[in-house]
């Protein structure tokens, strides 16, 4: 049973010993009572607390029911979309894949082609590739060196 219809439960048995203990029975007694509309009925003058908190009780219980009926539905229905999206995306993701294929071993061709060119010339002109790498890098540490400068 949940916390909050347990305090409910309890308030309400303390409502009933009080009324009960001041001589409040029937009719009155329920009338006055701030609770759910479904447990109040006409109680005959000499009654007892204990029918009215045992029915208190039961619609807590079919109440608690009901809820864990209505969470467990709802598990079911979240596992259930929860699989449905990781199927489809699985799908897209092989599509994807599939569709991506050509042009990654496309760029594998050309990755390999520009590879060659660049041993072919720099074992051809050794010195004018050695001078243009180290040009290169003048101007990307000047470009760094800059940047730090005007901080």
Known sequence: MSQSMGMILSKAKIWLEHNDQDGVTGTSALSSFPGDRRIRQVMPANSNAQPALD?????????TAKFEQ?????????????????????????????????????????????????????????????????????????????GRSSR
Not at 55 to 60: G, L, P
């Open 55 to 63: 029915e208190i009780q039961s619609a807590a219980a079919a109440s």
């Open 70 to 146: 209505a969470l467990d539905e709802l598990k079911e229905r979240a596992n259930k979309v929860a699989q449905e999206t990781i199927s489809t995306l699985k799908t897209r993701a092989e599509t994807f894949k599939t569709q991506a294929e050509p042009y990654v071993s496309d760029a594998g061709e050309r990755l390999a082609v520009a590879e060659r060119y660049l041993v072919e010339r720099v074992q051809k002109q050794p010195l004018t590739t050695t001078l243009a790498v180290l040009g290169i890098g003048v101007l990307v540490g000047l470009v760094l060196a800059s």
